[in-house]
């Protein structure tokens, strides 16, 4: 029976396909699926939104994070502070000192360390965690404190011995 039943629908498949429900049988079903399907629609439209979402923001924060330099420990980042101030008040107190001539020729060491100091920086920044270039770094900044204490050294031995030859001419 359900052979033949299956041949006589696919004899008069035209007739059934041309067949349309009646509105109120399309009526009857919205009012039955209405009910289950107003939750659904729109949890999945939240889930959409909340997925959309949550990708911009990490696709946001990876870019930023591979865009910044590698971040330097607090313990440095202090000491690098440190060093830098002292250099820069060294700098300031030797240039009080000098004519321009004499600062520019007294400072080159200091300015070829301080074009050392930007190259350990930018091999930090591809090394990312590498300690030995942390500690050339401040070495680095240890060696430039270190001549520019020099440096001021012996322009008090010069301002001293010029202050004894005053002294020593108008007795």
């Given at each position: 029976?359900?052979?033949q039943?299956?041949?006589?629908i696919?004899?008069?498949r035209?007739?059934?396909d041309?067949?349309t429900?009646?509105?109120?049988?399309?009526?009857?079903?919205?009012?039955?699926?209405?009910?289950k399907?107003?939750?659904w629609?729109?949890?999945?439209?939240?889930?959409?939104?909340?997925?959309?979402?949550?990708?911009?923001?990490l696709?946001?924060?990876?870019?930023?994070?591979?865009?910044?330099?590698?971040?330097?420990?607090e313990?440095f980042?202090?000491?690098?502070?440190?060093?830098?101030?002292?250099?820069?008040l060294?700098?300031k107190?030797?240039?009080?000192?000098?004519t321009?001539?004499?600062?520019?020729?007294?400072?080159?060491e200091i300015?070829?360390?301080?074009?050392?100091y930007?190259?350990?920086k930018r091999?930090y920044?591809?090394?990312?965690?590498?300690?030995r270039?942390?500690?050339a770094?401040?070495?680095?900044?240890?060696?430039?404190?270190?001549?520019?204490?020099?440096?001021?050294?012996?322009?008090?031995?010069?301002?001293n011995q010029?202050?004894?030859?005053?002294?020593?001419?108008?007795?």
């Amino acid at each position: 029976m359900g052979d033949q039943f299956e041949k006589f629908i696919i004899d008069n498949r035209e007739a059934f396909d041309d067949a349309t429900p009646s509105e109120n049988a399309w009526n009857a079903i919205d009012q039955k699926l209405g009910k289950k399907r107003s939750i659904w629609p729109n949890m999945w439209k939240v889930a959409a939104v909340l997925f959309m979402v949550s990708t911009v923001y990490l696709m946001v924060e990876k870019a930023t994070t591979n865009d910044e330099e590698p971040l330097l420990s607090e313990e440095f980042t202090q000491a690098e502070d440190y060093y830098v101030g002292l250099i820069s008040l060294r700098r300031k107190e030797i240039k009080a000192q000098l004519t321009p001539e004499e600062h520019e020729q007294f400072l080159v060491e200091i300015d070829q360390l301080d074009s050392m100091y930007e190259e350990l920086k930018r091999t930090y920044q591809t090394n990312a965690s590498n300690d030995r270039v942390m500690d050339a770094m401040i070495s680095n900044l240890q060696l430039r404190l270190e001549i520019l204490n020099k440096q001021l050294d012996i322009l008090q031995n010069i301002k001293n011995q010029n202050n004894e030859n005053d002294i020593s001419i108008e007795i």
